[in-house]
């Protein structure tokens, strides 16, 4: 069979350092009602200010980062699909992105033009975000029908707590760990709270509560910052860490909107005014190395956290294409229903 196709997307990339390249794909980004969930003359009011300055200022931070073969998203999640495409044997394993090249659209175009009839749909987020997964499905729901593509899709559910990439990211954090270390900071990427307030349905749901305990399964399901807490807590848990080795936090906060915390950049400050000499960051909101993990993290902050007296911050690498992500990802892939 070759009709069955593997789509796995991810969120995008400039299509190089330069200014206007940064200011498309940011306006692509931010534009997108899933993303800043604004009525349209507001959002586009608000993009276009910070439109004026943050190309510049993302654009600096993109080349500090770029590698020689282009964007390490990008680069890394070819790695992802190549690595992918020997264990998926019912059709072609391709490869989208929400914004940027290679887009989700033409993607979908050029598999029914090869006739392939079913696509699982594998948005790699391992947590569930409206501004992540949900926009990933919609645009691919639109450009099925707007193109009257004859596909039929089943899609891959957030696999924050799912057995095998729990493993894979023991797995792939564990020679990092085994080399010895002070803390370890857990950071995963923010969200504002309205984002979750929208969904979740009981008022008095803790967005500060310090873990996912209690948390009911009808909660969990559209509570990011609970899936995040409960990544987490299993990760800790298969690999024996004490509470006081490790804790959690939430970065790349945009805007003067509240968003989930604790903070990462305070965090940071906290654990070097603390004097901690060897901090490990995971980031495990991503599945592969980008801007938010190689430049937010392995740059600045490192400059912060050794500023505020800290030793070494050493980043982890995501899961990227370690085997057991690879093995891990296909499973999980073969459950859905298409």
Same mark, same amino acid.
């Not at 009602?33 to 349209?40: E, G, H, N, R, S």
């Not at 909107?257 to 906290?270: S, V």
């Given at each position: ?93 391709? *490869? ?24 699982? *749909? ?23 029908? !707007? ?8 899609? /891959? ?7 095998? %990439?729990?493993?894979? @990211? ?5 020679? %990092? ?6 803390? @370890? ?7 504002? +709270? ?13 967005? =500060? ?10 909660? /969990?399901?559209?509570? %990011? =910052? ?6 987490? +807590? ?18 790349? =906060? ?40 190689? +430049? ?5 902050? !490192?400059? !912060? ?10 980043? $982890? ?19 859905? $229903?298409?």
């Amino acid at each position: 069979m070759t009709d069955h196709a593997l789509l796995l997307v991810n969120l995008g990339s400039p299509a190089s350092t330069s200014v206007d390249d940064v200011r498309r794909y940011l306006n692509q980004f931010l534009m997108d009602p899933y993303v800043v969930d604004l009525p349209w003359p507001l959002r586009r009011l608000l993009v276009s200010l910070i439109l004026i300055r943050r190309p510049e200022q993302s654009a600096h931070a993109y080349a500090s980062i770029w590698w020689d073969e282009g964007s390490p998203l990008i680069v890394l999640s070819r790695q992802l699909q190549e690595a992918v495409r020997p264990h998926w044997p019912h059709g072609p394993v391709a *490869l989208a992105m929400r914004y940027g090249e290679p887009s989700l659209e033409n993607t979908l175009r050029e598999l029914a033009a090869q006739g392939v009839r079913k696509v699982t *749909l594998a948005p790699l987020y391992p947590q569930f975000a409206q501004s992540t997964t949900t926009t990933v499905i919609e645009e691919a729901k639109r450009v099925i029908a !707007q193109h009257g593509l004859d596909i039929r899709m089943g899609v /891959l559910q957030p696999f924050f707590a799912e057995p095998e %990439y729990l493993d894979a @990211l023991v797995e792939s954090a564990r020679p %990092y760990l085994d080399e010895g270390f002070d803390h @370890l900071l857990l950071s995963f990427h923010g969200l504002p +709270e309205r984002h979750i307030r929208k969904l979740v349905k009981q008022p008095k749901h803790d967005l =500060r509560a310090p873990d996912s305990k209690g948390v009911s399964d009808e909660v /969990l399901a559209v509570c %990011y =910052r609970s899936q995040c807490q409960r990544t987490a +807590e299993a990760f800790a848990e298969r690999l024996g860490l004490r509470p006081d080795q490790w804790s959690v936090s939430f970065q790349s =906060r945009l805007g003067r909107d509240k968003w989930i915390e604790p903070y990462t950049e305070t965090r940071l400050g906290e654990l070097g005014a603390q004097g901690v000499g060897k901090l490990l960051v995971m980031c495990p909101a991503f599945v592969a190395d980008c801007i938010e993990t190689l +430049e937010e993290i392995g740059q600045r902050g !490192q400059e !912060q956290f050794a500023e505020a007296g800290g030793g070494e911050l050493k980043l $982890v690498p995501c899961v990227n294409s370690h085997p057991r992500w690879v093995e891990a990802l296909v499973r999980l892939c073969e459950r859905v $229903v298409v």
